[in-house]
C-alpha cells in the first residue's frame, strides 16, 4: 500500500539533522550515484551518500551465506493484466546479468548486528527541522481510522519501536526490519558489500523464470493466503488476517518462488535502487548502468517493490509481480523494509 507522497515528503523530507555514525574522518569519499542537474534537495542527498561511503565494509562481506545466485536472462517486463496500472507499461524486454541475491528479507536481528557494528543512526532516529522548526525523532505508522491521511508521524517510532516507543520488535528478530528508510538500506547494504536490487532485477527474480505470471505462484489469487502475506477482509478497517498474520511474518514463514527466494512478494515492500519515475518504461534510455540514477523526480522518491502485509486485493495488489510504487528515500514505514543483492 503507498502512503500519500505528498504529506510524507512535506512532513519528513526536508532538512533532517545529520549526525555523523562515524567520528573518524577518511579521505573524501566517492558518491554512489553520478552527478547530474542538481535539484533543490540535491546538498541534502548528496551528505547522506557522503556519510553513507564512510562505512566500512565487514569482515565477511565476500560471503554468499544465506544468498541464491540467480542465472540472468532478458524477459518481458510490465503490466499483466486488467489490474495493472498505467505506470507498468508499455511491457518491454529487459536484460539481468546473473546475480547473488538475499534469500530473504533483511531481519531485525541482522539489522541489529550492522548497528551494533557501526554505530549506524537511522533516519527515524535523528532530530530533523522544517523552515527552522525543531522536530523529534519518529517515522510514520499507519491509520486506518484517519479519513484524510492513512499515515501519521509518531514520535519515537523506528526500527526498534515501528508503531511508536511503546512497542518494540521483542521475539520478533527473524521478522523483517522496518522503519529503515532508502538511505538506511543503502547504509547496511555498504556494510553487507552487496547493494539493493535494481527495479528490473526485482521483477525478474520474483518473476522466477516465467514473465507471463501474474502473481509468482501463477494467476489464481485463490491460493493468496496460502502464498503470501497481505491484507484480508474490507481495507482499511477489518483485516480478517486469514493467512494468520495481522502485520510482519517472520521471513521463510510462506512458500519460496520458483528460485528459492522467500517472501519476494508481501509481507513488506522493498526498496530498490532507482529512482521513481511513472514513465519510466518509456525512457529506458536514460538508464545508467541498468537503473535510473538520476535525483530529480518531483519528490525525490525511489521505487519500492513486492507488496507488504497492507496490501489488499480491493486497493493495491501490489504482490503482483508488475506492481511498483515509491516512496521518499529519508522516510521509514512500518510496512517497508528490504533486501540485498551481490554481483557476480
Known amino acids: 500500500m503507498r502512503p500519500n507522497l505528498k504529506a510524507v515528503f512535506t512532513l519528513f523530507s526536508l532538512s533532517i539533522l545529520l549526525f555523523s555514525c562515524k567520528e573518524d574522518r577518511k579521505s573524501e569519499p566517492i558518491l554512489v550515484v553520478k552527478e547530474v542537474q542538481k535539484p533543490v534537495f540535491s546538498d541534502y ?23 541464491t545466485r540467480i542465472h540472468g536472462g532478458t524477459y518481458e517486463m510490465g503490466g499483466d493484466n486488467e489490474t495493472a496500472k498505467k505506470d507498468e507499461f508499455p511491457k518491454h524486454k529487459e536484460s539481468i546479468k546473473d546475480i547473488w541475491v538475499d534469500n530473504t528479507e533483511v531481519t531485525n536481528a541482522q539489522f541489529r548486528e550492522f548497528v551494533n557494528e557501526t554505530g549506524y543512526v537511522t533516519t527515524a532516529e535523528r532530530s530533523f527541522e522544517i523552515k527552522g522548526e525543531k522536530y523529534q525523532p519518529g517515522a510514520l505508522v499507519f491509520d486506518p ?58 521483477e525478474y527474480f520474483n518473476r522466477a523464470g516465467n514473465d507471463t505470471l501474474i502473481y509468482h505462484w501463477g494467476n489464481d489469487f485463490e491460493r493468496a493466503t496460502e502464498m503470501v502475506n497481505f491484507y484480508q477482509g474490507n481495507f482499511p478497517r477489518r483485516n480478517l488476517a486469514e493467512d494468520n498474520f495481522g502485520k510482519t511474518a517472520p521471513v521463510q514463514s510462506f512458500p519460496a518462488n520458483a528460485y528459492g527466494l522467500y517472501e519476494t512478494s508481501g509481507n513488506v515492500w522493498e526498496w530498490c535502487l532507482d529512482t521513481y519515475h511513472p514513465d519510466a518504461y518509456s525512457r529506458t534510455r536514460e538508464k545508467v548502468e541498468g537503473y535510473f540514477q538520476d535525483f530529480i523526480n518531483m519528490e525525490q522518491q525511489k521505487v519500492i517493490r513486492g507488496g507488504s502485509f497492507l496490501c489488499s486485493e480491493t486497493y493495491c495488489s501490489g504482490y503482483r509481480n508488475a506492481a511498483r510504487m515509491s516512496s521518499a528515500p529519508d522516510t521509514g514505514l512500518e510496512h517497508t523494509g528490504f533486501r540485498c543483492v551481490k554481483d557476480i
Open 45 to 67: 542527498h548528496e551528505q547522506y551518500l557522503r556519510e553513507i561511503s564512510y562505512i566500512d565494509t565487514r569482515e565477511d562481506s565476500s560471503s554468499t551465506h544465506g544468498m
Open 145 to 202: 481510522y484517519n479519513p484524510e491521511w492513512w499515515w501519521k508521524f509518531v514520535k519515537g517510532a523506528n526500527w526498534q519501536h515501528p508503531t511508536g516507543p511503546d512497542s518494540d520488535i521483542i521475539g520478533k528478530k527473524d521478522h523483517p526490519v522496518v522503519q529503515v528508510s532508502w538511505y538506511d538500506a543503502m547504509a547496511y547494504a555498504k556494510w553487507a558489500g552487496k547493494r539493493l536490487p535494481t527495479e528490473a532485477e526485482y
